[in-house]
T-cell receptor, first 113, second 114 residues
Framework: AQSVTQLGSHVSVSEGALVLLRCNYS??????LFWYVQYPNQGLQLLLK??????LVKGINGFEAEFKKSETSFHLTKPSAHMSDAAEYFC???????????FGTGTRLTIIP | GAGVSQSPSNKVTEKGKDVELRCDPI?????LYWYRQSLGQGLEFLIY????????KSGLPSDRFSAERTGGSVSTLTIQRTQQEDSAVYLC????????????FGPGTRLTVL
């Protein structure tokens, strides 16, 4: 079985501050991990993904995430928040033999001007 | 267009009616997925098609739900005898072959059952 846990359903940060969204995973086989973003009334858009090539993954819009096997984590970060980052963020997992995405419950990010 | 398209974008129906939701995947993508997004259940997997293999139906919540994929391309999700708890946004995604490949999502169909 595979699962992801997102700590914090709501996160608020000031514009220009560090963004840190947490994701921990559980998987009995090597996982593939994804972060998706959903802007209001829009579909899901891939931010970045981990597919075992490199543990530090850079994505779009200045976001990055680091795969830490010892901590079973894949936290999403951005050094300086922008107002346009306000959205809901989903962590997801898949692996060979279980190709579907299993999503976390999501984290709604609010940016304070 | 180059992306995944879904129709209709919105569907309002009465309890007990049948509905069909359509998904056009990205050309060349052999994998197609249906997910459902609702306030109470979050994002949940429904069904997965891969090439000519038998679909993975393990996420379908009841036998009122079915899906088919014709010619390895377009897919239709059918919900029979709709119930109010079926109200949700139904999302379709497509990808290349493996689990490491990015799933590209369509804009979704918002279903409201009155």
């Amino acid at each position: 079985a595979q699962s992801v846990t997102q700590l914090g359903s709501h996160v608020s940060v000031s514009e220009g501050a560090l963004v840190l969204l947490r994701c921990n995973y559980s998987s009995s086989v090597p996982p593939y991990l994804f972060w998706y973003v959903q802007y209001p009334n829009q579909g899901l858009q891939l931010l970045l993904k981990y597919t075992s090539a490199a543990t530090l993954v850079k994505g779009i819009n200045g976001f990055e995430a680091e795969f830490k096997k010892s901590e079973t984590s894949f936290h999403l970060t951005k050094p300086s928040a922008h107002m346009s980052d306000a959205a809901e963020y989903f962590c997801a997992i898949s692996n060979f033999g279980n190709e579907k995405l299993t999503f976390g419950t999501g984290t709604r990010l609010t940016i304070i001007p | 267009g180059a992306g995944v398209s879904q129709s209709p974008s919105n569907k309002v129906t009465e309890k007990g009616k049948d509905v069909e939701l359509r998904c056009d995947p990205i050309s060349g993508h052999t994998a197609l997925y249906w997910y459902r997004q609702s306030l109470g259940q979050g994002l949940e997997f429904l069904i997965y098609f891969q090439g000519n293999s038998a679909p993975d139906k393990s996420g379908l919540p009841s036998d009122r739900f079915s899906a088919e994929r014709t010619g390895g391309s377009v897919s239709t999700l059918t919900i029979q005898r709709t119930q109010q708890e079926d109200s949700a946004v139904y999302l379709c995604a497509s990808s290349l072959v493996g689990p490491e490949d990015t799933q590209y999502f369509g804009p979704g169909t918002r279903l409201t059952v009155l």
